[in-house]
Antibody, heavy 119, light 112 residues
Framework: QVTLKESGPALVKPTQTLTLTCTFS??????????VSWVRQPPGKALEWLAR???????FYNTPLKTRLTISKDTSKSQVVLTMTNVDPVDTATYHC???????????WGQGTLVTVSS | QSVLTQPPSVSGAPGQRVTISCTGS?????????VHWYQHIPGTAPKLLIY???NRPSGVPDRFSGSKSGTSASLAITGLQAEDEADYYC????????????FGTGTRVSVL
């Protein structure tokens, strides 16, 4: 059974760095062809893809956010970590991690964690 | 802003058929990238409903079906049930940027 769960702070101040962790089970990110992405959804708005890390440690980022994002994995802990620097209130959103067994879609998702950026 | 446009809401009585449209452009759906659909009940994990335009993952009822034509795609729900009340999102890929997954604006399905 594949599960993913996001964790991180519920509240961060503007200009701070946000660190989110995705802890998963039911698969290994060492397995050929598997990937994990981060997707966020601001309140009342649409989903937005942020970043992806592959089984071979290739990394890809949403271009407008690329300079602020870093994605990494710890295979031994079954975790993927996303850091976002210099956060702003517009970064307030529910952040989901999702597994990809194909390059093209997200087959399992976590329920998400709400992050509010406010002073 | 979203690259793929969906109607904000659709509704139907139990047992009826509803469809949700997803309109893109020549850089995503029209560029022959596949469309995928997700069901999301707020507070829970989104669920993959349809992949590669018209394929259902194991466990998804055959009441759900997808299609794609030109720069648009559609999700149909037949035999609408109360448990289908949720938000639905289409997703594809956009070739304008390197590695760019794009989502629809989302559609709330209400069962009357």
């Amino acid at each position: 059974q594949v599960t993913l769960k996001e964790s991180g702070p519920a509240l961060v101040k503007p200009t701070q760095t946000l660190t989110l962790t995705c802890t998963f089970s039911g698969f290994s990110l060492n397995t050929f062809g598997l990937r994990v992405s981060w997707v966020r959804q601001p309140p009342g708005k649409a989903l937005e893809w942020l970043a992806r890390i592959d089984w071979d440690n290739d990394k890809f980022y949403n271009t407008p956010l690329k300079t602020r994002l870093t994605i990494s994995k710890d295979t031994s802990k079954s975790q993927v970590v996303l850091t976002m620097t210099n956060v702003d209130p517009v970064d307030t959103a529910t952040y989901h991690c999702a597994r990809m067994s194909s390059s093209w879609f997200f087959d399992y998702w976590g329920q998400g964690t709400l992050v509010t950026v406010s002073s | 802003q979203s690259v793929l446009t969906q109607p904000p809401s659709v509704s139907g009585a139990p047992g009826q058929r509803v469809t949700i449209s997803c309109t893109g452009s020549s850089s995503n759906i029209g560029a022959d990238y596949d469309v995928h659909w997700y069901q999301h009940i707020p507070g829970t994990a989104p669920k993959l409903l349809i992949y590669d335009n018209n394929n259902r993952p194991s466990g998804v009822p055959d009441r759900f079906s997808g299609s794609k034509s030109g720069t648009s795609a559609s999700l149909a729900i037949t035999g609408l049930q109360a448990e289908d009340e949720a938000d639905y999102y289409c997703q594809s890929y956009d070739s304008r940027l390197s590695v760019s997954y794009v989502f629809g604006t989302g559609t709330r399905v209400s069962v009357l």
